[in-house]
């Protein structure tokens, strides 16, 4: 399961962040992670609460962002949703497309609280 190792990177980059804006706590994370990315939102979330405790992240929520595959076809230029990397044009039946969108990671952004609040 790799979403122990993404949890614990995500935990790292936000405390990181967090403790150089002279924060207490982070109470929101916001991440941006596309259909496509090989990344499961729940084992994430599951993940998350355990690498967070401890951290200034302990009581954060999560909240991820799931944009949709997109896949533009090189021969006619039809832009359409995808579920996964092979995928036909609808347009022309063509097998040559490239992934625009949806494999996406991010950490779109997070609130924090800083002391006296």
């Given at each position: 399961?790799?979403?122990?190792?993404?949890?614990?990177?995500?935990?790292?980059?936000?405390?990181?962040?967090?403790?150089?804006?002279?924060?207490?706590?982070?109470?929101?994370?916001?991440?941006?992670?596309?259909?496509?990315?090989?990344?499961?939102?729940?084992?994430l979330r599951f993940c998350f609460s355990a690498a967070a405790t401890g951290s200034l992240a302990g009581q954060a929520q999560l909240v991820i962002d799931e944009p949709d595959g997109r896949g533009r076809c090189s021969d006619c230029g039809h832009e359409f949703s995808v579920d996964f990397y092979y995928a036909r044009c609808p347009e022309c039946g063509s097998l040559r497309i490239?992934?625009?969108?949806?494999?996406e990671f991010l950490i779109q952004s997070i609130i924090i609280d800083e002391e006296g609040e």
């Open positions: 399961m790799h979403e122990m190792s993404i949890a614990m990177s995500i935990v790292d980059a936000v405390d990181a962040k967090a403790r150089a804006e002279g924060a207490v706590r982070i109470s929101l994370i916001e991440l941006k992670i596309g259909k496509l990315a090989g990344i499961l939102p729940e084992a490239v992934i625009v969108s949806g494999e």
